[in-house]
């Protein structure tokens, strides 16, 4: 998490002087999630609202077991039910090649994330979106953003699985815009 944050606030940096906010879906809304709390830290301007999607409360345990380290077979499995990539991807040996560790990489990040307990809620607005057929992230885990805020805590639903985003898109950003407005 920590090679992600200093790689993503350099370039951010030239950005904080309007207002913002940060999205991210899966392990993004845990990155979202520690550059606010960076931000924080380094008494930098914070995010409007931070929106968090298909991504469980850090303080909660994951009852997930973890996939990165499983085979090919096994990790492709675990992906296939999740019902995020492309079936044509799948069949494609050279994209498996290219993709396979990316992911695999995700999933390290996002499996072996430790949350700082020590550090306090955020100041701004979260937003968790979850999905009603989640294989990964329950409701209670979405729900379980209410603790990480001192503000507003919303959450929203939407149908699908863990990559719901896409036939959610028009709705996710309606959303957003009304919680904005």
Not at 5 to 14: A, C, D, F, H, Y
Not at 28 to 35: D, K, N, R, S, V
């Amino acid at each position: 998490m920590e090679q992600f944050i200093e790689k993503l606030l350099p370039p951010l940096r030239k950005f904080l002087d309007l207002p913002f906010i940060f999205f991210g879906h899966s392990l993004g809304g845990l990155i979202a999630f520690e550059l606010a709390r960076t931000l924080r830290r380094e008494n930098l301007p914070q995010p409007v609202a931070l929106f968090l999607s298909a991504c469980g409360a850090p303080h909660l345990v994951n009852s997930n077991l973890p996939i990165h380290h499983l085979p090919d077979s096994g990790f492709i499995a675990e992906l296939t039910r999740l019902n995020g990539i492309p079936q044509e991807i799948f069949r494609n040996p050279e994209a498996m090649q290219l993709i396979l560790p990316v992911l695999r990489g995700d999933f390290e990040a996002a499996e072996s994330y430790k949350l700082n307990p020590n550090a306090p809620p955020l100041a701004c607005p979260i937003h968790a979106f979850g999905a009603l057929d989640d294989p990964r992230v329950s409701h209670d885990q979405i729900e379980g953003w209410a603790a990480h805020t001192t503000s507003a805590f919303k959450p929203h639903y939407f149908s699908g699985g863990h990559f719901f985003l896409d036939p959610n898109k028009d709705a996710i950003i309606e959303t957003i815009v009304k919680e904005l407005a």
